[in-house]
């Protein structure tokens, strides 16, 4: 539950809209040059230039509100995510397969530790999906509104 007065927008359009809009922007912007630094994604390809009979998959904003201890604003997180459900097993892809430790052994390790008088740590990649490699190349439209929001549009648009 989020504190009062605090909201994740759902769209573009409700970000540039809230009070708290330019913490917004500033986080979408992050997620994009995360895609274009890390991925070396290229944005803002015609989708006439996307070859023909590839599918051009649809993207979606996710927003976040993450909060401290207090329910104050600690962070807004902002994820742009492939909608894959118009992917089809055995044709667009084939293996979804992530490695998990079990929480038994999770468990084992932390009693060892205990036991041993060590400290248990962890740690969390923010970019973890994205420094993935895929095989195949994807073709996707950002969620609309964003294509405001990177920096090469403007010269895109002179092109």
Avoid at 129 to 136: A, G, K, V
């Amino acid at each position: 539950m989020l504190r009062a007065g605090v909201t994740e927008p759902k769209t573009h359009a409700q970000v540039l809209a809230a009070p708290d809009a330019s913490e917004w922007v500033e986080s979408i912007q992050g997620e994009l040059e995360s895609l274009v630094q890390i991925k070396g994604a290229h944005l803002m390809m015609p989708e006439e230039d996307v070859p023909r009979g590839v599918k051009l998959l649809e993207m979606s904003l996710v927003l976040r509100v993450k909060l401290d201890k207090h329910r104050a604003v600690q962070k807004r997180r902002s994820r742009i995510c492939v909608k894959g459900n118009k992917l089809v097993y055995g044709v667009d892809y084939l293996d979804t397969f992530a490695p998990c430790t079990q929480l038994s052994f999770a468990r084992i390790v932390i009693v060892l530790a205990l036991n041993l008088g060590r400290g248990v740590y962890h740690m969390d990649v923010e970019t973890a999906f994205l420094n993935s490699t895929l095989d195949e190349d994807l073709y996707v439209r950002l969620p609309r509104g964003l294509d405001y929001g990177v920096q090469s549009y403007s010269r895109r648009c002179m092109d």
